[in-house]
C-alpha cells in the first residue's frame, strides 16, 4: 500500500465542494431559536499567514427554511486556507448564511483564539424587513 500526498482526500473533496443546504422549516409559523456553535473554525491572516483559530456562534431563527448541519460543518471548514480577516470572515459567514436559508433573524458571532496577546470578537446580525 502506497501513501499518495498528492492525492486529494475524500475529507478535502467534501469540503472543496460543499455548500450550505437547507430543508424545510418543520414548523413554519412558529418562532423559535437556533443555537449552533462550531469550536474548530480556521482561517489565515491575510497580513501574516500565520493561522487563526475562533469558535463561531450562529443563533438564528428560521423562517421557511433551516441549515443542515452537515453541510454547515464542511462550509465552515473551507476557510481553513483563506487569507481572510476576523471582520470578514465573520460578514462573509453571516452573509452566505443569509442568502441560504433567509432567516427572520441571525447574528454570528466569532471568538477568535488570542495571539500576541489579542483577543477579538466580532458579532455581525441579520434581521428580516417586514414584507
Known amino acids: 500500500m502506497t501513501n499518495n500526498t498528492t492525492e486529494i482526500k475524500y475529507g478535502e473533496r467534501e469540503i472543496a465542494e460543499g455548500q450550505l443546504i437547507t430543508f424545510p422549516n418543520p414548523r ?3 418562532r423559535y431559536d437556533i443555537s449552533i456553535t462550531l469550536p474548530e473554525f480556521t482561517c489565515k491572516c491575510p ?3 500565520y493561522p487563526d ?3 463561531i456562534y450562529i443563533s438564528y431563527v428560521p ?3 433551516v441549515v443542515e ?3 454547515l460543518k464542511l462550509y465552515i471548514n473551507s476557510y481553513r486556507d483563506r487569507y ?3 471582520e470578514e470572515s465573520a460578514n462573509q459567514i453571516l452573509d452566505d448564511f443569509v442568502a441560504a436559508c433567509d ?3 441571525a447574528t454570528v458571532k466569532a471568538d477568535f483564539t488570542p495571539r500576541g ?3 477579538t470578537v466580532v458579532e455581525v446580525r441579520h434581521q428580516k424587513l417586514a414584507k
Open 28 to 30: 413554519v409559523g412558529r
Open 47 to 49: 497580513f501574516s499567514g
Open 53 to 55: 483559530f475562533a469558535t
Open 63 to 65: 423562517d421557511e427554511r
Open 69 to 71: 448541519l452537515k453541510a
Open 84 to 86: 481572510i480577516s476576523h
Open 103 to 105: 432567516p427572520l433573524e
Open 117 to 119: 496577546n489579542v483577543h
